[in-house]
């Protein structure tokens, strides 16, 4: 199939495109290279180096003898998006080009305002591109887990039967986000939904939960073909920073309670989930939502795991607690449904475990990298408006 | 209280500094002038003829011996909004600044782009300017009926109690928009909703049905204190779009089977509601949905009511169905709370008749006006993106 990657340079959509090469697709992206500046902005880098989109070009052609149509350019100028899905005209695309950070978001109005306008007017521009150049093809959006915030009902996959007062609908399921970033998915969510009803698209809304990992097999050794990995407080996740902490013998930070649950999922299943979806289209005018993520765990279970393969690793591994930046619940239920992909054939690893020996091995051989970045650890972007470094609250070894 | 109205040029602005002005209110607000640019663009007028805003400063000086602080500017450019409200120091701010047409939103990427970035960026101005400037303000936001659509259940006003699966949680109705206008609606509700918990903002959030209506009692019979009045596809409701027709023996033009049912009410009932939300604000971190009209009618009730007083004034009306150029459907369950302003004391005015009766005669004064832009009585824009004038399907008077 040819694969359009919208954000082809970033965390996930340099993995992509290496992941569907080896089976067999044709690859066109674009890029505004926007995520290399946002992580300077926060003083941070990659914790694995990463090359310039010139040499990743040349080695991934070099590996993989294919080539990838590549043009940098924004969704937010439509005459360039629209003339290059005019010349690749793809059967699918697959949006990985917003701005991905809830604290990004949170700094100010200026940053709130960069972030909806990016997320929001981005895709808007896509559904309508896509309207005009190619109405078939099927939009693979990469929405969030955290759409649906902690609602203390089960979340089901975007829709839901409800009865109310006797009579009965199917609805879309109610979305409690809890940033701009994550609310400019939802309001994107609500825009495709839309166009597939009012247009006769066929997109898949991916509600994925939060990515871990440092490799995938197609990137073999080549330093060209690895993926970033960012650390500082507003692009780095929770399994990536916990990971670079441990390989500098800075305590994982834990942010509040830590019972915080979410889906996590390894790069190389998100990449297996994004190519089962892609492989299996919906209908046209179908517009379907896919909870995405390996399994769920709370921020303290993480760092406990995190804490025990360092440990085996020979690494000595501590953990502090600091006050929550953010404005959420530190206790909540959390059960959400995760059928659709693994009805279409997604087979979960199932081994965080291993995944997390590798990145730390990975990591270890950029420990200087991080160790110099260090201050960026250390969140200060509050849910209030305020700038206030987080305060650590008490220190404990996560569990006996 | 000091009220700030964000559009007090347009249909609704220009009424309520009037109405609320006699209550005893300080008027503040910014226009940009655009409701006027976009009804030329449509190639329309104002049915009614409205000066300009010099001379109805003026004149609203020299009527009601008080003085509106009123500055030309953009909530888009936040530097503008914020000096003004720090200036002011806003009690309540009443949000009517949004591009406020379903069709102009539909016409084509620029124009959903534009509807969007104005709507939701503005609207994402003034959270951030009130958090920043004025967080005790009240703010009173526009929302529209139109973010429901039309579930196959009862309508709530914001919220409901959900038993999903064995548990239950209250979460935000779901809503189901039908046009880019309706969903930046949706999108500024939720941002609102997130400013109010996050920031301890309060809100209330008036889901309006369509107004109707030349005229509230405070503009006596100054032409200067007159509000406009849209007849075209695009800013031309279903109400005073009729009434325009009637009053140039143009057939009352009825989209589709006519059965699509909607909450409807009398500008003067728009003003009290909105007085009432004012003077009875929230609770910090509040945020509340008031689902605002008067009754819900099909469209060809309407057109009925508005034939039977056009036919006590002697008029003959006759009335056309056309195709529809909105992807809608024809007939549905509606069935909508609007129980939380009838508690604080809003009174419906239960006499569309009376009201239209108003209109009519107030309408034919200016029956020149509107027969030299009959063109743009019928709609051409159409929901799957195509200009395509509506055809005639058949031609019935109304009701026996």
Request: aromatic share 10%.
């Amino acid at each position: 199939m040819r694969v359009f990657i919208a954000g082809i340079d970033g965390y996930l959509g340099w993995a992509l495109a290496q992941y569907l090469v080896v089976r067999g697709h044709t690859i066109a992206g674009n890029d505004t290279f926007y995520r290399r500046q946002w992580v300077e902005e926060m003083g941070s880098c990659s914790a694995i180096p990463i090359s310039d989109i010139a040499q990743r070009l040349a080695a991934f052609r070099e590996q993989f003898g294919e080539t990838i149509l590549f043009r940098e350019g924004d969704l937010l100028d439509y005459a360039f998006l629209k003339s290059f899905l005019q010349e690749f005209q793809p059967d699918a695309i697959v949006h990985l080009a917003e701005m991905p950070s809830a604290p990004y978001s949170m700094m100010d109005q200026a940053h709130a305002v960069f972030t909806q306008n990016n997320n929001v007017i981005g895709s808007l521009n896509l559904l309508w591109a896509m309207k005009e150049v190619c109405p078939d093809a099927h939009l693979v959006k990469l929405g969030t887990m955290g759409e649906y915030g902690t609602p203390n009902i089960d979340i089901p996959e975007g829709f839901f039967e409800v009865e109310f007062r006797g009579r009965k609908d199917k609805l879309p399921f109610p979305r409690q986000a809890n940033s701009f970033y994550h609310w400019s998915k939802v309001h994107d969510s609500n825009n495709t939904m839309f166009a597939c009803r009012v247009w006769g698209l066929r997109a898949t809304d991916i509600m994925q939960g939060v990515v871990f990992g440092t490799r995938i097999e197609e990137m073999r050794n080549s330093a060209l073909l690895r993926t970033r990995l960012d650390f500082d407080q507003c692009f780095g996740t929770a399994i990536n920073r916990f990971c670079c902490q441990a390989v500098i013998d800075h305590p994982l930070t834990i942010f509040g309670g830590g019972g915080q649950t979410r889906g996590f999922l390894p790069l190389r299943d998100s990449m297996q989930c994004l190519a089962v979806t892609i492989e299996n289209p919906p209908e046209r005018s179908e517009y379907r939502v896919f909870n995405q993520f390996e399994e769920c765990y709370t921020v303290e279970e993480l760092a406990y795991i995190v804490q025990t393969v360092g440990n085996q690793l020979g690494m000595g591994i501590s953990v502090q607690h600091y006050d929550n930046p953010r404005k959420e619940l530190d206790e909540h239920y959390y059960n959400p449904d995760r059928n659709h992909l693994i009805n279409l054939g997604y087979t979960p690893s199932h081994d965080v475990k291993a995944e997390i020996r590798i990145m730390l091995q990975d990591l270890l051989h950029h420990k200087d990298r991080i160790a110099e970045k260090r201050d960026v650890l250390i969140p200060d972007i509050r849910w209030d408006g305020s700038r206030k470094r987080a305060n650590v609250i008490d220190q404990t070894i996560a569990h006996p």
